[in-house]
Structure formats: C-alpha cells, structure tokens
C-alpha cells in the first residue's frame, strides 16, 4: 500500500517518542511505522505546515475511513486525499479504510496530539506457575496418549487397559466413553491416566493440542506390519513436543510377527530404542491376548517416576484441558475436563475460551457423582453456559462476575483481530470493483465507437475461479467436529475446496437447514442418529445430509462430492484421416461460389455426422461438422479408405489441397483428486 518516496533520513525524535508515549500497544510501533515516521518529519521539515498554536487532542480509533477521518480532524477530503497521495498511498478513496497506526500517523502530521485508544487489555486470566520448590508439590499420575498406525491395535490396546479401569472394576465392568481413564498398574498399583483419542490421523491436530497434555506417548507399532506413514508422523509429533516415549510392539501373539524388524524400522527412523543401547524402551504385547500388557503399565510407571511428575493439588487454582465436549438431550453442555493443578469443587468457577461453567456436578468416568478431583483426574462437569472445545485450556476465575468480564475480554480481543484480518480483504475487494467499475466505463466509452471487441479478451476474464462446495458440519463430540472441519478444509487444488459454513456439536437445527438451503450446502453429520423430524425438514427443503460414523469414509466421501466438481480430461481419437487433393469451385445462384475439396480417405472411414478437424502441417486449422458428403453426384453417409469423394464444411471453407480431415471422437475421463 505504501509506496515511499526516498526522503533524505533525519531524525525525527520527537514524533516517535510522542507516539509511543500516547499508545500503550508497543506492536504498533514497527519497523515501518519508523521509518514512516522518519520521512514524515523529514517532509514536515522541509514543507514548514501550518500549526495550531496548541495541538489539539485526538482520540485515534482502531479503524475509520478517510471518510470518517475528515470528520474527525475536521478538514476538507480533498485536502487530505492529496495529502495521502503525497505520503505515498495509492488507488484511494472516501470508504478506503485505515488502521489506527496511519489515522495516527495522519493525525500527527494535521499537528494533533494523537491518543490512541486506552488499550484496553481487559481482564483475562493466565496459568499460574507453581514454584519450583514449593512444600505443595507433590507426585501426580502420568498422562498418556497412545498413538500409532490405523489397524496397528490402538483401539484393542485402550480397550484392553479401559477394562482394568479402576471404575470398571469398581463398577463391575461398567465404563463410559468420556475421553480419559485412569488405571491402577498391576503390581505397584500406582495410577496411570490414559488419553482415550481416536487414533486417525484428522485427530492430529486434537493430538497436537494434547502435546501440553500428555507426559508420555505409548506408540503402538504392529508386529505384523511395523513402521507405517502414521507411524512416521507420530514420531514427528513425539520430537516436535519433546514428549517421552515407550513403544508397544503389539500383535506379538500373532504367527507372523516379526518384532525385531519394528525394532530396527524404529531405530532406522530416529528412536534410540533400548535394544540397541539406547534409552527408548520396547514392550512386546498382545492387546488381544493381554501379553505383556502388565508390563507396558509397570513400564508406563517407571518412566513416570524418573519424569519426578509432580503437581500442586492445593493452594493454587484449579487447571485443566477440556478434552472432549458434547451437549448431552435434556441437560445441555457437558465437557471432559482433565485437572491439571488444583482440586476441584462443585460451585468452583472455570473458564475455557470463550465461556465459562459454574460446576454444578462433578462425575467421575464412571459416571459417578464425586465431591473432589485433584491433579491428573479425568472428570465430567455440569455447569458450562456453552459447548467448551476440545483442547481448550481450562483456567479457575474467583467468581462468576469475573469469569464474564475474562469472556468479554476474550471476544473483544478476537473480534479485534478478526476486523485486523478483515480490513486488508475489504479495501482489497472496494479497490477490485473500483478497477471493475473503471474498466466498465472505459468499455462503455469503446462500445460508443464499436471497438469493444478489442479489449474484451482482456486478461480477467480468463481467470478461473477456484469452485467452492460448501458444507455444514455436525458432529457427536466437539473434538470430531474439529478435527472434521480441519481434515475437509484442507482438501481440495486449484481448482475446486471445501467451505465449511458452520461446523458444530449435536443434530442440525433448523437455522441451519435453512442456511444449508439458501447457500446449497450439504450437512455431514457425524456419528449421530439424526431424528426423522430433522431428517424430513432436510428433504423438504432440498438439502442434502450425509451421514458418517468413521472418519476417514467420511473425507472419501468428500473428496468425491469434490472430484466431481474437477473439469473431466477430454482425450481425443482419431478415427480417420482423409486427405483434401484439389478444390473445385462451383458457380451457383446469384454468382455465389461454392468450394467442394476434392478428397481421398487415407485410414478408416469418412463419416458425414463425425466429428472433424482440417489439419494443415500437423496444425489444426478448423473443428466443426461436414454439411455435404458426396461420392460422384449422390450424397452418402461414410466413404470407406481407398475411395474419393467430394466435402462441404458448415460455415466454413477456407481449405486448400494438401490439408488433412480428421474424424474424431471426445473420450472424457473423470479426474480425482
Ligand atoms: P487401531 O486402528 O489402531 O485402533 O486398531 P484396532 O485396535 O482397531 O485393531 C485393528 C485390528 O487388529 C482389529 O481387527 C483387532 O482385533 C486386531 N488386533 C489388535 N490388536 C491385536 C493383537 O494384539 N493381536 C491380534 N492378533 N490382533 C490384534
């Protein structure tokens, strides 16, 4: 947008500093907020402007237009529109917007006392870090998440471990599906808590979040199958977040499992496996028999106690991770929250992005109401006002009063930066239909004088749009959504992609049925039972609802809606060459000449109702039908190779001897992406 003019440099201290001291944001005063300032003293210096005597106070906005501008500093548009064009900015207009660091900038060089708006940081909670050496500290159970190739056992395993539970043995059996358990190790009967994360990888960025989360990754390789892609990429996530590792070689009661070669796929792909001397320990299990499993759980433990993990329970607030989220018939919005610090109590306050939940029950995994949950214990929490995200960070306010002023604070700071986003698309977009607007009026002015053929080709209109099919995604749990809308926005080219338009937890409301409608969007809902009154309000309206429980049919489905959105490739096959030999004219009505090529078919047969091209040295000259096909004076349908034999093209007859006819036919092959 700036297009500086290389003024000589002088310092210009004075409105630098005055800028800092009146803004309290620091980031607006950037590099090239410097060196505009720089030659705008410099400019300043050399043009001597006329000054208040006292420089009068201006409030700078986040936002206004040049338009708004001139309102506020009280001088005329086109004063200041030549001003700017002065300061370098290019293509301007009244309804072009500016952001507070030009408005200030503009405002200075007008000989205001520029303020920017108090910063209203607001107010907002952080983690509070324990110290280091505080008597509070004490050890808490490991986090663990398990990872690893699709069909190489995760669920098995997770399943496995879920059933020793310490609910499941203390509820005979019975557990529920709430994101995490907890499991007492068999001999040491120390706690460990599992991550229960579906294992795909569109729940990589669920995973990625859980970097915080988890102490340990427990990465499943197939004994059967060993390193895999998935494999590769959980190593990947393992190294970035710095996370400890043991490796569960699982299916090892399986014939033809070959755990040695895991072993050396693994050290081959950066884990210092203990095998080899390395420090990464490898368990050989079986999640279907349980072989080994005690010992993976003892592993899990040993590792936990050289990681010295350890937590402050009281004297701190509580914290936590939301890990799964979902709004449950007839009781509202429920979140998994894994407590982190603190111990929790029904009536404690927690905010979680955007919204917050007075704890109204606390339930254990087995769903039974608990009174406390310390460090490391996976709990349900009744209370929230809205469907907290998975992955969000759960942090303890003082009361509800403070709670909605973090929440306030929040939404403010995120409408801010959304407006940030937006302001460079909009003024983008007013400048493309000004440009439009321009190019039309020049166009109209042309047509006056019929020349608009001339400038019609001109390069825009040659430019393909990227087509965009447009979803609305409903899931279960607020983490599949998530990990959903992320896995289909990334699918797509150059050509055709996904738009989601609105993705949340639980069945289509008709709010968005009727969205779905107008914007031709299809609703995919995941893993729910959708009732038949929804289902029948669909298809009243004509939207289309796709229905999935695994994830990955789920994006195969997608990716075909979006395959058939790409051009098809048009093949071409040459049926039949015929060679044009010599060109007769005939004199017709009213003197009107007629040229008939006087041809010979060379391969396969000259067919009247084909598709043709007249080639000339290998170039195609001409694409269309043959209006008359004669042999001596009778028209015919075809003529076979070897025979003569007079053509007429429709609307077309610009061929000389020499030239080549050819039959073809168009195969269209779909594409996929
Ligand atoms: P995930 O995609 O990683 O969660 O894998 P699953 O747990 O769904 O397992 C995939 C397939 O492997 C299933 O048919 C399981 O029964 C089978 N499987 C898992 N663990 C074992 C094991 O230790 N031994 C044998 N023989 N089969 C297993």
Redesign the pocket.
Known sequence: MFNLLKAPLRSSSRCISQLRATSKSSILINQRFLSTSIILQAKRDRRSYRRPLKRRRINIPDFATVSQLVNLMGVSYDHLARRLEEMGFEDMNHNFILDAETIGLIADEYGFDVKFGEDEQGEDLVPVIPEENSKFLKQRPPIVAIM??????????LDYLRKSSIVSQEHGGITQHIGAFSVKAPISKKVITFLDTP?HAAFLKMRERGATVTDIVVL?VAADDSVMPQTKEAIKHIKKSGVSVIVAI?????ENANPEKVIADLAANDIDVEDYGGDTQTVK?????GLNMDTLEESIVTLSEILDLKAQPTNIPVEGWVIESEVKKGMGPIATVLIRQGTLKPGNVLVAGNTYCKVRSIKDEGGKVIKLAGPSTPVELWGWKEVPEAGDEVLQAKDESQAKKVIETRINRLSKQKTAQSVDVINKLRLEHKKEAERQDQLDELRKYGLEEETEDSETDTVDKIKEIKFIVKADVSGSTEAIVESIENLGNDEVKCSVLLSGVGFPTDTEIDRASIANAIILCFNMKIPKDVDNKAIKKNVEVRHHNVIYHLIEDVTKILSKELKPIIELNVLSETDIKEIFEIKGKKKKITRIAGCKVRSGKLERSGLIKVMRDEEEIFRGRISTLKHAKDDVKEIAKGRECGVEFENWDKFQAGDVIQVYEEKVIPRFL
Do not use: A, E, Q, Y
């Open positions: 690893g190739h699709v069909d190489h056992g995760k669920t098995t395993i294992g499943v699982n299916k090892c009661d399986k299990v079986s999640g279907l028999t």
